[in-house]
Nanobody, 116 residues
Framework: QVQLVESGGGSVQAGESLRLSCVTSGINFSIFNMGWYRQAPGKQRDLVAGITSGGTTNYADSVKGRFAISRDNARNTVYLEMNSLKPEDTAVYYC??????????WGQGTQVTVSS
């Protein structure tokens, strides 16, 4: 059974940090490109950070220098380290997995709330 399960969300104060995890199962994790997306109420779901199967990363401009994506192929897990959090980072964060010629996969999301 294919699963992407996010965890690590929560409620924090501005300036604090959180680390999100997305544990996958049922897929050959090492060949998938992984990404973190977020969706705030009333807004579209946007890419936050991505990491390719080869380890190349990319970030939304709004999180560059504050967030870091990483992957552990031995643990089938992708992480998002979020530092210096701002109220505008408040959203539901989703994990996405994709590889050529297969449907994309999404987790159920984890809520991140940052108060000022």
């Amino acid at each position: 059974q294919v699963q992407l399960v996010e965890s690590g969300g929560g409620s924090v104060q501005a300036g604090e940090s959180l680390r999100l995890s997305c544990v996958t199962s049922g897929i050959n994790f090492s060949i998938f490109n992984m990404g973190w997306y977020r969706q705030a109420p009333g807004k579209q779901r946007d890419l936050v950070a991505g990491i390719t199967s080869g380890g190349t990363t990319n970030y939304a401009d709004s999180v560059k220098g504050r967030f870091a994506i990483s992957r552990d192929n031995a643990r089938n897990t992708v992480y998002l380290e979020m530092n210096s959090l701002k109220p505008e980072d408040t959203a539901v964060y989703y994990c996405r997995a994709d590889v050529r010629n297969l449907p994309e996969l999404w987790g159920q999301g984890t809520q991140v709330t940052v108060s000022s």
